[in-house]
């Protein structure tokens, strides 16, 4: 289906788009990578009366390295990140921009579109629910950085004011001897997972130091499983630990059935997913080179 007319308006600057957007009112939409928003049009879910386009800025396709942190313009390309030898220092950010849909989604698709859409079935929010993430938001008054657990309200929903925008993600670099994982199990390249599952994790020899886990795709928003990081925090990993943060991670699941499986599926994928990504997160962290990211079915 054709998606209903709309007026195109293009932003010179993300000032031009902010101010866009507040004179055209809650009607008006970004357009980004056009990978959610576009398809969406087209099955006239999404029937905006004025489309304001991001991709003529210039300089907010980009990835940069500064005072320990990892900054990301609001337009930077899964596939940008995928191949980018900075991004790689975080390695469970190359484990979720490689593995997100299909190329031809990850070369449009953006990781500030994909916040802003903050689809339950994103990769994005889960795995940097696991960082010190904070995202950028530019407004009429100005700019506020908000982190990423909570610019995420709902399914769907996030902070930001119908005149404000995503300008920037940025990421803190982890300290020494930390290392992650992202895993998530999907039954074809170009559909969304089935289950997912970031952990990082900071090592001191053999304690774990630091925990953070996340799951995605079961529940509505990506889920902290605080139990399940708990569960870890001061212990050596051994056989009882990881039994404990496997059954903690499961019982934070907030699964749906549905066509992707039933909700007792996803809350056991969950567990057997946290526990390879633990695995992979400790080799990591004692600076192995391991391959990991998603799992196909
Ligand atoms: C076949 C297919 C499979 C997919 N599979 C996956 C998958 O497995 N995992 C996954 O994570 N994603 C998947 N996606 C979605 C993809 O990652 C999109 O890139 C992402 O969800 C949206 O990013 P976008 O840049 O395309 O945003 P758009 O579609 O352009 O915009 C999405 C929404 O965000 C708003 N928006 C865009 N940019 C900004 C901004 N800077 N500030 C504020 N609001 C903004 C728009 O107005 C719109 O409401 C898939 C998409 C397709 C088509």
């Not at 930001?160 to 982890?174: G, I, N, R, Y």
């Not at 990506?222 to 708990?230: H, L, M, P, S, Y």
Request: proline share 4%; with cysteine; glycine share 8%.
């Amino acid at each position: 289906m054709y998606p209903r007319a709309f007026h195109y308006h293009r932003a010179g600057s993300l000032k031009e788009a902010v101010s866009m957007l507040s004179q055209l009112g809650d009607d008006a939409k970004l357009l980004a990578g056009g990978q959610s928003l576009i398809p969406l049009m087209k099955l006239r879910f999404a029937n905006p009366s004025h489309l304001v386009d991001l991709n003529f800025v210039s300089g907010i396709s980009s990835i940069e390295e500064e005072k320990g942190t990892l900054r990301f313009g609001a337009l930077t390309r899964h596939a940008e990140i995928e191949a980018s030898s900075i991004a790689a220092k975080i390695p469970i950010l190359h484990d979720c921009a490689a593995g997100i849909a299909d190329v031809q989604v990850r070369n449009r698709g953006t990781i500030g579109g994909s916040l802003a859409e903050a689809d339950p079935s994103g990769d994005w929010a889960t795995v940097l629910m696991t960082l010190h993430t904070e995202v950028h938001c530019l407004g009429p008054r100005g700019e506020r950085s908000v982190p990423v657990a909570d610019f995420i309200k709902d399914a769907y929903t996030t902070v930001l004011t119908h005149d404000e925008l995503v300008s920037q993600v940025v990421v803190e670099t982890p300290p020494k001897g930390s290392g992650g994982a992202y895993l998530a199990f999907k039954r074809s390249a170009p559909v969304y997972p089935t289950a997912s599952v970031a952990v990082q994790l900071t090592m001191e020899g053999d304690v774990v130091k630091d925990a953070a886990i996340a799951l995605g795709c079961v529940g509505l928003t990506a889920i902290r499983a605080k139990d399940a990081a708990a569960a870890l925090l001061g212990q050596r990993i051994t056989d009882k630990t990881m039994s404990a943060a496997m059954e903690a991670a499961s019982a934070a699941a907030d699964p749906q059935t549905d066509m992707r499986g039933s909700a007792e599926y996803k809350r056991t994928l969950v567990g057997a997913l946290a526990k390879r990504a633990i695995e992979i997160a400790v080799r990591r962290a004692r600076g192995e080179r391991v391959e990991a990211g998603h799992i196909y079915a």
